[in-house]
């Protein structure tokens, strides 16, 4: 063999070489672009801040409140939402505190001068929803001061 057969043949084991970690180089790049393009439609990654599937969600809750309507969550939530945002704000609904009682003379009030629907099977869930959420019992102020010595102002 020839040094000059010699040379080439190493050169070629050389450019072998090259070529396969190119490859590899390459098979890397595109699975890395791949596996970067993906998530965004195929994984929750709410980890990196990034979530499609909630953000797609207009009936996403956080910290127990119905992000659209600031709602309460709770059994009866979506009936609720549904039945008692169409016409007015849910801030309406939400600021109000009543007893059952109160809150079924509402929707009845409603119902007689303001087109409200009969709300059929879903006025039980409604009404134990806003009864349970929105009831007078909370308490919505700082209770009475007690045991107080009273002074008198001197003029
Ligand atoms: C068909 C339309 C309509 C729907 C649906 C509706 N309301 Fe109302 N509601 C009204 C109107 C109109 C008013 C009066 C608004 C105003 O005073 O600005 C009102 C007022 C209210 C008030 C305030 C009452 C007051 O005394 O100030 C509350 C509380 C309320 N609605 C709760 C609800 C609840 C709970 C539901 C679901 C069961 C609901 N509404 C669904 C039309 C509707």
Same mark, same amino acid.
């Not at 009866?76 to 609720?80: R, V």
């Not at 919505?140 to 002074?151: H, S, T």
């Given at each position: 063999m020839t040094d000059h057969k010699r040379f080439w043949r190493r050169e070629r084991a050389? +450019?072998?070489?090259?070529?396969?970690?190119c490859a590899v180089v390459l098979i890397a790049a595109i699975a890395t672009v791949y596996f970067m393009a993906a998530p965004v439609n195929e994984i929750n990654d709410t980890e990196n801040g990034y979530s499609s599937i909630p953000e797609e969600d207009p009936d996403r809750i956080e910290n127990g409140i119905h992000l659209r309507t600031g709602f309460a969550e709770g059994v !009866?939530?979506? $009936? %609720?939402v549904n039945n *008692? %945002? !169409? *016409?007015?704000? #849910?801030q309406l609904v939400t600021q109000n505190r009543m007893s059952r009682e109160g809150w079924v003379a509402t929707i009845r009030w409603m119902q $007689?001068?303001?087109? /409200? @629907? &009969? /709300?059929g099977e879903e006025e039980p869930i409604i009404v134990n929803y806003l009864a349970t959420h929105y009831t007078p019992t909370d308490k !919505?102020?700082?209770?009475?001061? #007690?045991?107080? &010595? @009273? +002074?008198v102002l001197e003029e």
């Open positions: 050389v +450019y072998r070489i090259l070529i396969v970690i !009866g939530l979506m $009936e %609720t *008692c %945002t !169409g *016409c007015h704000s #849910a $007689e001068s303001q087109n /409200l @629907w &009969d /709300l !919505g102020r700082r209770e009475n001061l #007690a045991n107080i &010595d @009273w +002074y």
